[in-house]
Each structure stands twice: as C-alpha cells, then as structure tokens.
C-alpha cells in the first residue's frame, strides 16, 4: 500500500466511522459529504457540537444532538454548498470536493472575523472566498506579500525605506520585485 492508497484509506474509514455516529445518510439520504484530506470529519463533527452549542443557548432544554445536526447540515453545510455551486468554484478547484471547500471557506470566514470581527455572515466569506478564488495566483501572492511587509514594517499603507531613494511604494508591480 503506498502513501496515497493509505491516505484514501483512512479517509474512508474517518467517514465510514463519522456516518455510523450521526446516521446523517439516513436524516438527509441526499447527503454528499467527502474529504480529500484526512481528519476533515473530525472538523465537521467539531462544527456540528458547536452549532449544537450555539442553539442550546436559545433553548431551555438540552436539544438533541439529531436535531443540531439537521439544523447545521440544512442552514449552515448546504446554503455554503449552494455557494459553491452557484459561484463554479469546483472548477476553480478541480482536485478539492464541495466539502472541503466548506472547511476552506470556513476557515477563511475565521479570519475574516479576526480581521474585521463579526461583520460578516458565512454566505458572505463564501462570497468573498469565491471573489479571492477569481484573482489570479499572482495578484493573491502579491497581496499576501505586500500584506506580510506591512505586518513587519508596523506601516499600514504608503512606502516602505527610512532614506531618500530607498523608498519603494507597496502597490508596485509584483514583476518588479522578481
């Protein structure tokens, strides 16, 4: 068995294991949730208790776990999926499945959040993940160097250089600098 036959392996076994504790197929018989990486399941199931938490703060019982996994299956998973599909983003992505974009926007909802706090819903970070997924690799390299210079420079926008003529605008051409 190589390294990719044991990736798929574990894979499988991760979501045979997470669709025998939810009996989601069986909730939802149209569900469709696959990895390409491992412990993804482990995150969904992470994302599941915790929308269960959010909804046993409205309710004065305990809610079962069935029922938090209906509500974030149906009003979290699959409005993000429709997302994805509305916006082509598989084809942008052609190795990754709806699923793991799920878990990437996610994860870019996340640090949206600490960035600008919670101004922003997961509809909109799927939106704006499909808008960043439409720059080309260069811009999206560019911005995140031109992002770290002004982390570690303290400077929020102008030139970087203390002296005369050693200035260089942040927004030149990333050409420029390779």
């Known amino acids: 068995m190589n390294l990719d036959e044991l990736k798929a392996a574990i894979i499988e076994f991760e979501k045979k294991e997470f669709f025998e504790e939810t009996h989601l197929c069986a909730l939802r018989p149209d569900c469709n949730l696959s990895f390409t990486e491992v412990g993804r399941y482990d995150e969904i199931m992470e ?6 938490w959010y909804m046993n703060l409205k309710h004065p019982k305990e809610i079962p776990f069935s029922k938090a996994l209906l509500s974030w ?8 999926v429709r997302i994805i599909r509305e916006s082509k983003l598989l084809s942008r992505f052609p190795n990754a499945t709806e699923s793991d974009l799920y878990v990437f926007i996610g994860k870019h909802w996340s640090e949206l959040s600490k960035r600008y706090g919670s101004l922003f819903t997961l509809e909109e970070a799927a939106e704006d993940f ?12 560019w911005r995140r160097l031109r992002g770290l210079v002004r982390r570690l420079t303290g400077r929020t926008g102008g030139r ?4 005369e003529g050693e200035s260089v605008a942040l927004d030149v051409a990333p050409v420029l600098l390779l």
């Open 160 to 163: 970087i250089g203390s002296r």
């Open 47 to 52: 994302h599941i208790r915790e929308h269960k």
């Open 130 to 141: 499909s808008r960043q997924s439409r720059l080309p690799r260069l811009t999206r390299a």
């Open 73 to 80: 299956y149906d009003n979290v998973y699959m409005p993000i």
